[in-house]
Antibody, heavy 121, light 110 residues
């Protein structure tokens, strides 16, 4: 069974850095793109970007380009979402999700459980 | 920017059929695949329809998807409604390098 297991909830202060993770159980992990999706409190889903762990090819939503960094370590089947300086407006649940094949259908087939990030002074 | 518009909420009784629409702001919604995700309260989304009308394994055939090019919209139809279908439903497609989600529709089964 395909599983995406995300790291636990985080509470941070504005200006702090953060890196959250998403570990895949499916092998070969490097055959699939992985995406990140934000859900702010009481709001809908927003696409942040996708990464291909095989070669770290990354595509960002224009809304998130320069605001976050998506990376991957294929040796441990893990992708990351990272902030260098958090803001209160980054408070949200972040989901990773596997992109289904073929890529050109542009859909997510499996989702992680979500990571709640709370940014508050 | 391309947008997908969904009704904010719909409600229907158990056993009935409900249809949720997703209208594209421009171009042809049929140009790219449309997906539907279900998000129950307090849970992560799950995929109920992909590639316009395909059901992942494990999704009951009560769920179906369709495209209407004349109205530039996609629809998710759920028949034989059950209380467990009460959730938020999001459509999603792709346009010009960006993955686009609709705003979501809250389905109440009362």
């Amino acid at each position: 069974e395909v599983q995406l297991v995300q790291s636990g909830a985080e509470v941070k202060k504005p200006g702090e850095s953060l890196k959250i993770s998403c570990k895949g159980s499916e092998h070969p992990f490097t055959n699939y793109w992985i995406g990140w999706v934000r859900q702010m409190p009481g709001r809908g889903l927003e696409w942040m970007g996708i990464i291909f762990p095989g070669d770290s090819d990354t595509r960002y939503s224009p809304s998130f380009q320069g605001q976050v960094t998506i990376s991957a370590d294929k040796s441990i089947s893990t992708t990351y979402l990272q902030w260098s300086s958090l803001m209160a407006s980054d408070t949200a649940i972040y989901y990773c999700a596997r992109v289904g094949l073929p890529l050109w259908k542009y859909y997510f087939d499996y989702w992680g459980q979500g990571t709640l990030v709370t940014v508050s002074s | 920017n391309f947008m997908l518009t969904q009704p904010h909420s719909v409600s229907e009784s158990p056993g009935k059929t409900v249809t949720i629409s997703c209208t594209g702001s421009s171009g042809s919604i049929a140009s790219n695949c449309v997906q539907w995700y279900q998000q129950r309260p307090g849970s992560a989304p799950t995929t109920v329809i992909y590639d316009d009308n395909q059901r992942p394994s494990g999704v009951p055939d009560r769920f179906s998807g369709s495209i209407d090019s004349s109205s530039n919209s996609a629809s998710l139809t759920i028949s034989g409604l059950k209380t467990e279908d009460e959730a938020d439903y999001y459509c999603q497609s792709y346009d010009g390098g960006a993955w686009v989600f609709g705003g979501g529709t809250k389905l109440t089964v009362l």
